[in-house]
């Protein structure tokens, strides 16, 4: 079992960028694709990014290609999201999650771990 903890969340402008940090514990973090998501008031979890456990299959939601970037560092045991060019819609609670699946990395219910999510708050 894995415990994920996100860190990095903040308030910025619109324009602005952060990044994302999380780290895992108790299990090797190389074992699991990983996953960012996002969920804003009144609206569903949605999927932002993915990465396979090696780390050359990514695949980012239509609403951040070309601004967003994942990463992992398996030797660290952290995986991170660089946000860029941020918009008020990317307002929200970020949560990094853990999958044994290889596939459907997009499914909220593919990963079995969650962090406990950190917000970002983009004002215009």
């Known amino acids: 079992q894995v415990q994920l903890v996100e860190s990095g969340g903040g308030s910025v402008q619109a324009g602005g960028s952060l990044r994302l940090s999380c780290a895992a514990s108790?299990?090797?973090?190389?074992?699991?694709?990983m996953g960012w998501f996002r969920q804003a008031p009144g609206k569903e979890r949605e999927f932002v990014a993915g990465?396979?456990?090696?780390?050359?299959?990514?695949y980012y939601a239509n609403s951040v290609k070309g601004r967003f970037t994942i990463s992992r560092d398996n030797a660290q045991n952290t995986v991170y999201l660089q946000m860029n060019s941020l918009k008020p819609e990317d307002t929200a609670v970020y949560y990094c999650a853990a999958s044994t699946f290889s596939t459907d990395w997009t499914r909220a219910a593919r990963y079995a771990y969650w962090g406990q999510g950190t917000q970002v708050t983009v004002s215009s």
């Open positions: 108790g299990r090797t973090l190389s074992a699991y694709v």
């Open positions: 990465i396979n456990r090696s780390g050359d299959r990514i």
